[in-house]
């Protein structure tokens, strides 16, 4: 069965951090662009940070804050997350696209080339 699933989310106080992980099975992480999306009430879906053959992006948004890691003996990439903002909060969903081949295409257009994309984990930041 292929998989792909997120967890680490939950409620921080801003300035916290999170650590967000997503563990594919059934499929190898190694051939696929991955990106972590997330969309929060109200707003469009956004690429917050994306990794495909070693190279990383990352959106304006959380540049310096956020940093994206893979994990290929695992089958698992990571989400880091410090400096965490009130607007930060939303649903974030990890994806993989096995047609993307940067980093940057992965968080601009990778979701809707999409093959696998897990169910989403919630993160609030709120004092």
């Known amino acids: 069965q292929l998989q792909f699933v997120e967890s680490g989310g939950g409620l921080v106080r801003p300035g916290g951090s999170l650590r967000l992980s997503c563990a594919a099975s059934g499929f190898t992480l190694d051939y696929y662009a991955i990106g972590w999306f997330r969309r929060a009430p109200g707003k469009e879906r956004e690429g917050v940070s994306c990794i495909s053959s070693g190279s990383t992006y990352y959106a304006d948004s959380v540049k310096g804050r956020f940093t994206i890691s893979r994990d290929n003996a695992k089958n698992t990439v990571y989400l880091q997350m410090t400096g965490l903002k009130p607007e930060d909060t939303a649903v974030y969903y990890c994806?993989?696209?096995?047609?993307?081949?940067?980093?940057?295409?992965?968080?601009?257009?990778?979701?809707?080339?999409?093959?696998?994309w897990g169910q989403g984990t919630q993160v609030t930041v709120s004092s």
């Open positions: 994806a993989a696209a096995w047609r993307i081949t940067t980093s940057q295409d992965m968080c601009t257009m990778g979701w809707e080339s999409r093959d696998y």
